[in-house]
């Protein structure tokens, strides 16, 4: 079993839609959490970065902890056609090391304009 | 505040040949981290670099290696290229002042490896 697991989708949605992208872990060591955004053949780009279970908005996009179920989700209000890309959860104990971050494998979603 | 930036963008190899990349991280980042990144095993965790020092290894031949300078910019190398070294490497670079700051990495846009 993968420390974190992601369903690699892909998920089509019309445009204006509300998105839910979600992931599980495994690891109750986890304590920060993240969410990145790849373009084709672009790097990630980091969208949220939580620490802990609760909730974090910015403009569109909410991300949600859950730790008693090991759940994290990200949705994104109003979709818009450019959010079509590849989005990646994260999650890390918060040790001084960047290596014990665990990717998940992504989820490709579509808007439909 | 620049970004970080890695180069070449794209390079085209043939197999047993060797390939270095480069990637500077965001001013004042002082971890700079090296994924690998495929379709089939998605990020890939390769190695990660603080103060010129390697920190960590992820599981990869001997063929990776990598190092990182004073003002943080960071190489790595991949020598004897084979087919399956074709991918998208990405260079991320975190602050590297606390635990928590080492989960908030910033990535490069990539270089992306074809081995031919």
């Known amino acids: 079993q993968k420390e974190v697991e992601q369903d690699p989708g892909p998920l089509s949605v019309p445009e204006g839609a509300i998105v839910s992208l979600n992931c599980t872990y495994s690891n109750s060591a986890f304590q920060y959490f993240m969410w990145y955004r790849q373009y084709s053949r672009k790097g990630p780009e980091l969208l949220m970065y939580t620490y802990s279970s609760g909730n974090k908005e910015d403009g569109r996009f909410t991300a949600q902890v859950d730790k008693s179920s090991k759940y994290i989700s990200l949705f994104i209000r109003d979709s818009q056609p450019s959010d079509s890309a590849t989005y990646l959860c994260a999650s890390g104990p918060g040790y001084s090391s960047a290596s014990k971050i665990i990717f998940g494998s992504g989820t490709r979603l579509s808007i439909r304009p | 505040k620049a970004g970080v930036t890695q180069t070449p963008r794209y390079l085209i190899k043939t197999r047993g040949q060797q390939v270095t990349l480069s990637c500077s991280p965001i001013s004042g980042h002082r971890s700079v981290s090296w994924y690998q990144q495929t379709p089939g095993q998605g990020l890939q965790f390769l190695f990660e670099y603080f103060s010129e020092t390697q920190r960590n290894k992820g599981n990869f031949p001997g063929r990776f290696s990598g190092r990182q300078f004073s003002n943080s910019r960071s190489e790595m190398n991949v020598s004897t290229l084979e087919l399956g070294d074709s991918a998208l490497y990405l260079c991320?670079?975190?602050?590297?002042?606390?635990?928590?700051?080492?989960?908030?990495?910033?990535f490069g846009p990539g270089t992306r490896l074809t081995v031919l």
């Open positions: 991320a670079s975190s602050l590297g002042t606390s635990g928590s700051s080492y989960n908030e990495q910033f």
